[in-house]
Nanobody, 115 residues
């Protein structure tokens, strides 16, 4: 069974940066796409950005300029670089993959931004 494991979350001060990782148990080129979502307490899960198999990257408009997705196919890992973090970015960040129509989720990693 394909697994996704997020890491890299933690506590950071406002204005700081974090890089999240999503490691897959098989080649990420087997995924139609991969994406980052986040969910803050009491809020719906929110799409942050995606990478298609082709390598094309799409970011939510509200995240452009501060967040970016990337990947390392040799390491079977997708990344989320987050800069200029704000307290409102506090959430659990999840990795999602579309594996031939099967939707896979990681367990999430907590990001907390202090003011």
């Amino acid at each position: 069974q394909v697994q996704l494991v997020e890491s890299g979350g933690g506590l950071v001060q406002a204005g700081g940066s974090l890089r999240l990782s999503c490691a897959a148990s098989e080649s990420i080129l087997s995924f139609n796409s991969m994406a980052w979502y986040r969910q803050a307490p009491g809020n719906a899960r929110e799409w942050v950005g995606s990478i298609e198999r082709s390598g094309s990257v799409y970011m939510a408009d509200s995240k452009k300029g501060r967040f970016t997705c990337s990947r390392d196919t040799a390491k079977n890992t997708m990344y989320l670089q987050m800069d200029s973090l704000k307290p409102d970015d506090t959430a659990v960040y999840y990795c999602k993959a579309d594996h031939w129509g099967n939707i896979l989720w990681g367990q999430g990693t907590q990001v907390t931004v202090s003011s």
